[in-house]
């Protein structure tokens, strides 16, 4: 495919409240790297498979949630063009100059209308996934795959009003697809809406909540099906608590389980779903179905999967 615009969700920053506990979990049982401690006592981590410097950001402070999403474009010249279409679209813009965040080029930051700060950016440092660029192999050292094995961050899911505007945003701004939507069967309000700019059925979701900046969850692709049963077994094995899974979703059909780190942020991981192509329809399910959408092996919606964010 010939990808120009946004690339991917590229790194998810979030507020945790005890720095020490959050690295057990992120990295010693979830098996991210840590690639960076900042002076500022921000923790930077990849995943094995990601070239990019880093993909999460963790930063301490008195309340869990979400600092920012950021996306990486293609080349520099999409970033100057999005900050003119985001100013058109509406939404003032702030320029971050190059090297103000660790390992990254020039960014550009606005907030969505569901009340997410977003960034984009061209360049982040890349320091290689452990294989050569040269007859790379399939498996790096051993001990590099570790804890739930995680290949890369995939996607976030993120809540607030005015969904509908953010969705706006991502595609007549961004050029994403809505690839599948939940609407109120009787007053076909959207409730969650599902953005894709690439073959995966998501890049990004937004699900309909009163206060605006809400975060839900971030996501990270496993390898397998049998992947999602070993992290499930490791967040037996270590008490972690889990909120729904393992399972299948009837949206973007992959098999998933639910769990939060120690500050109360939820995160998936997961694998599978279907190929989305630009001229794959745009699927809706109402809330006759809730259950099927959300949690198809029990045909069963979970309150706390509705109801709870950081
Ligand atoms: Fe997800």
């Not at 945003?169 to 809505?178: H, P, R």
């Not at 599948?180 to 995966?200: G, P, V």
């Not at 499930?232 to 399972?247: E, F, L, T």
Request: glycine letters at 8%; proline letters at 5%.
């Amino acid at each position: 495919m010939a990808m120009r615009g946004l690339l991917r969700l590229g790194e998810v920053a979030l507020r945790v409240l005890d720095m020490k506990a959050a690295l057990e979990h992120y990295d010693k049982r979830m098996g991210l790297e840590v690639t960076l401690t900042g002076d500022d006592g921000r923790v930077y981590l990849k995943a094995w498979d990601e070239h990019d410097h880093h993909c999460l950001v963790l930063r301490e402070a008195d309340t869990p949630g979400l600092d920012h999403v950021a996306f990486k474009v293609s080349d520099d010249a999409v970033l100057d063009e999005m900050a003119v279409r985001v100013r058109d679209f509406g939404l003032p813009v702030k320029h971050i100059a190059a090297g103000a965040m660790p390992k990254s080029g020039r960014r550009i930051e606005f907030t969505l209308p569901s009340g997410q700060r977003m960034q984009l950016y061209a360049h982040k440092e890349q320091i290689g996934n452990h294989l050569p660029l040269l007859n790379p192999g399939v498996l790096p050292d051993e001990g590099v795959i570790r804890g739930f094995r995680i290949n890369r961050l995939d996607h976030a899911l993120l809540g607030g009003p005015n969904i509908d505007e953010s969705a706006r945003l991502f595609q007549e701004v961004f050029g994403f697809d809505m690839s599948e939507r939940l609407i109120d069967a009787d007053s076909k309000a959207s409730l969650a809406l599902f953005l894709s700019c690439s073959i995966k059925p998501h890049d990004i979701a937004f699900v309909l909540q009163p206060e605006p900046g809400r975060f839900h969850h971030v996501s990270f692709l496993l390898e397998s099906t049998y992947d999602v049963i070993h992290a499930a077994d490791m967040i037996g094995k270590y008490r972690i608590p889990v909120d729904v899974g393992p399972n299948r979703h009837g949206v973007t059909r992959g098999a998933t389980i639910y769990f939060f780190d120690p500050s109360g942020n939820r995160n998936e991981v997961f694998s599978g779903g279907y190929v989305h192509y630009p001229d794959t329809p745009t699927l809706t399910w109402d809330t006759s179905e809730l259950g099927k959408a959300t949690f198809s092996q029990d045909n069963t919606p979970r309150e706390s999967f509705l109801t709870v964010l950081t």
